[in-house]
């Protein structure tokens, strides 16, 4: 992944002279593999920034015909918190508008959500498909097979609205 926050001489394009490695796969396969994972191969599928120095992304491990989708999170080039477990097929990483989570969906079901550090977070339903966040992250809807939720993000116990409606994705607005 590169980036390159150089001025250039046509602002259309991005010379490469000037851009430089945010995280290599070197760096990808070392921080893998230190937090345990063996496989062979490392790809990043999809990446999102939390903030300007954390970026969550989901990670293909793989080996042979065996593979595991990672939620992770970085800080630079290093793991925030190593991953403890694989999911099958993660896609569509959603992170919340404050930076402080992020999604992302099970392709057999529901979500897997992890904190900006990168350790993940049990959300009061679990068999969701999609999730938005407020603005201010103190509500969180889920879309579910029976409709969409709504409850508050930090209640332990929360009473949860049912709005009797099909949706396969959301966005809070």
């Known amino acids: 992944m590169r980036f390159a926050p150089c001025s250039q001489e046509d602002p259309g394009t991005l010379p490469t002279r ?10 990808l396969a070392r921080e893998l ?37 990672l939620l992770v999170v970085f800080k630079g080039r290093r793991l925030a918190t190593l991953p403890g477990f694989g999911y099958e097929n993660l896609k569509s990483i959603r992170p919340s508008p404050l930076g402080t989570h992020v999604a992302a969906r099970i392709a057999t079901g529901g979500l897997a959500v992890v904190d ?22 103190r509500w969180i809807a889920e879309a579910t097979d029976d409709g969409v939720y709504v409850f508050r993000s930090r209640d332990p116990s929360p009473t949860f609205v049912n709005l009797p409606i099909a949706a396969l994705d959301l966005v809070w607005r």
């Open 33 to 69: 593999r230190r937090a345990g994972w063996k496989r062979s191969r490392f790809a990043l599928e999809e990446v999102q920034w939390l903030t300007h120095a954390r970026l969550a992304a989901i990670v293909r491990a793989s080996e042979n015909r065996e593979a595991d989708d």
């Open 18 to 27: 000037c851009a430089r490695t945010l995280l290599s796969r070197v760096d």
């Open 116 to 137: 900006a550090a990168g350790r993940p977070v049990r959300l009061a339903m679990t068999h969701g498909r999609a999730v938005t966040w407020s603005p201010d992250e």
